[in-house]
């Protein structure tokens, strides 16, 4: 066998590599770019469904410097690089924000508008000197048709360090999700820019593709014990973040409201204020509904199956309204633990085949309480102590739900048949 020793030669060599190598940097036209400007990196990408998501996309972003001109740019996306060449620039709305625990930041906001349904775009967002990357988004279809998106209970505790694990678990369980449903407290203190700073760290890219939905918990207000009258009103760091429809209630824009996706119709509810004023509406907006499937939302339950806790009021606003116009699920949050119930009418188990609202309470944060079983006789499934998420696949004679733990573990599941 030959040995090969090291030549006496190699350092020298090497050593030439590395002046080469510095001297092609030293000359290189890329390197002569501007340096980017601390701040102005767009950063806390995000998605929202508008009301008319076959058409249209809200981004929003925030930089923490001021930014003369931000802008978004949209192109249908191709499998080549040429996409860029046909991109659509548009000028971004601006509104700043400062919070007790931050510097002033800036948040800039886009809805891309004339879209064509059905339709993988390419977007970014930022000014002339800063970009983003090239994100990619689909469109929805304009009639009914076959999807999936995923629920999810309450970050709100530890979200940056317990919380990436379930949504990197529920991204790879469907990742052809058309879009997350958040419903509320999703960090602890609303007004704390740390705590949301912890939520874009656990998302990571997913909000840059993956369009949201959510609504706030009563962590998006101050505690309702020590704020009186018009002192109790939802953080301001709530609005500036998201791109939300202002369809619902006056003064509820942002955070009630309804989206009609596919074949089921949307209802976001705030369960923190103006709950006559909803119920209402909500009337309204299922009086006149076309689609075959209605998902309602709201963030504290009406069955509460957590706790000692069974604030009533919501139960004798929404019941009747959910039973008249047969809504399908309700998702919510607050509690800390699981539940689902059967189907039910008037708040009993629902005798017609087919028929009744399941409700259904979960989390997908590490805080847990103990399940309450006040309302064992109406519930299919009670349990708390996991990190869940819930994947539901719609199509026109059917709704699969399916729960998981963060794990990846199958924990509860019911189809409903239309
Ligand atoms: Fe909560
Ligand atoms: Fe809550």
């Known amino acids: 066998m030959v040995i090969h020793k090291p030549s006496r030669l190699l350092p020298l060599l090497l050593a030439l590599v590395f002046i080469t190598g510095c001297t092609q940097a030293r000359f290189n036209p890329v390197s002569t770019a501007p340096l980017p400007q601390p701040g102005l990196t767009p950063e806390r990408i995000i998605l929202n469904l508008t009301q008319t998501p076959a058409t249209s996309q809200a981004v929003t972003w925030r930089t923490t410097a001021i930014v003369t001109t931000p802008k ?62 090239w994100n990619q988004f689909k469109t929805a279809s304009a009639t009914p048709q076959p999807f999936s998106f995923i629920y999810f209970g309450d970050p709100q505790d530890e979200v940056g360090s317990m919380c990436a694990r379930t949504f990197r678990t529920a991204f790879k369980t469907a990742p052809d999700a058309a879009f997350w449903h958040f419903v509320g407290d999703m960090v602890n203190n609303g007004d704390k820019d740390a705590e949301w700073q912890e939520l874009f760290d656990a998302f990571g890219w997913i909000p840059r593709t993956t369009p949201m939905i959510l609504l706030p918990g009563n962590h998006a207000y101050p505690d309702k014990r020590f704020v009186k009258g018009d002192a109790f009103k939802i953080f301001p760091q709530w609005r500036p973040q998201f791109t939300l429809p202002q369809n619902g209630p006056k003064g509820l824009e942002e955070t009630a409201y309804a989206i009609d996706y596919q074949g089921v119709r949307f209802i976001m509810l705030n369960g923190n204020e103006k709950l006559q004023e909803q119920a209402e509406w909500l009337n309204t907006v299922l009086a006149n509904n076309p689609q075959p499937w209605t998902i309602a939302a709201i963030h504290q339950p009406i069955y509460a199956t957590g706790r000692k806790r069974n604030d009533q009021q919501r139960q004798a606003l929404f019941v009747p309204v959910f039973d008249k116009y047969s809504v399908d699920l309700v998702l919510q949050g607050h509690e800390h633990s699981y539940a689902r119930t059967q189907r039910l009418f008037n708040g009993q188990p629902a005798t017609a085949p087919h028929k009744g609202t399941v409700y259904i309470t979960s989390v997908c944060g590490p805080k847990a309480y103990p399940a309450n079983h006040r309302y064992d006789h109406l519930t299919e499934t009670t349990g708390t102590g996991r990190q869940l998420f819930q994947v539901i696949r719609v199509n026109s004679k059917s709704l699969t739900y399916e729960a998981f733990d963060s794990a990846g573990n199958p924990y509860d599941r019911v189809e409903l048949i239309k």
């Open 72 to 133: 978004a740019q949209i192109a249908i996306a191709t499998g080549s690089p040429v996409f860029r060449t046909k991109a659509t620039t548009l000028t971004a709305l601006s509104e700043s924000i400062k919070s007790d625990d931050a510097p002033l930041v800036f948040y800039h906001s886009v809805t891309f508008k004339d879209l064509a349904p059905n339709t993988l775009y390419a977007y970014r967002v930022g000014d002339d000197t800063h970009w983003s990357e």
